[in-house]
Nanobody, 119 residues
């Protein structure tokens, strides 16, 4: 059973940085994609960034491109989201998720970590 546990959220001011971490367990992840999503109060969950476990190709939402960086540590089964130049509109619960690379839907999700950016 795949388990994902996020950490690193918190309360910061606009312009600050945070690094979110996600530890993945339960299987090997070659051939999978690790993603970060977020959901703000009253809004739909939205895609933030993703990385192919094999090869390391990355993808970003336009709203975070140039400010956020997704990375992974294969040896530790960890995925990170480095968030710089944070804005109040980045406030949300951030979720780590996993999908098979050949599928479009994410099958496993973490419990989420709150990020709050004050102006």
């Amino acid at each position: 059973q795949v388990q994902l546990v996020e950490s690193g959220g918190g309360l910061v001011q606009a312009g600050d940085s945070l690094r979110l971490s996600c530890v993945a367990s339960g299987r090997t992840f070659h051939g999978y994609v690790m993603g970060w999503f977020r959901q703000a109060p009253g809004k739909e969950r939205e895609f933030v960034a993703a990385i192919f476990w094999t090869g390391g190709n990355t993808f970003y939402a336009d709203s975070v491109k140039g400010r956020f960086t997704i990375s992974r540590d294969n040896a530790k089964n960890m995925v990170y989201l480095q968030m710089n130049s944070l804005k109040p509109e980045d406030t949300a619960v951030y979720y780590c998720a996993v999908r098979v690379a050949t599928r479009s839907e994410y099958d496993w999700w973490g419990q989420g970590t709150q990020v709050t950016v004050s102006s």
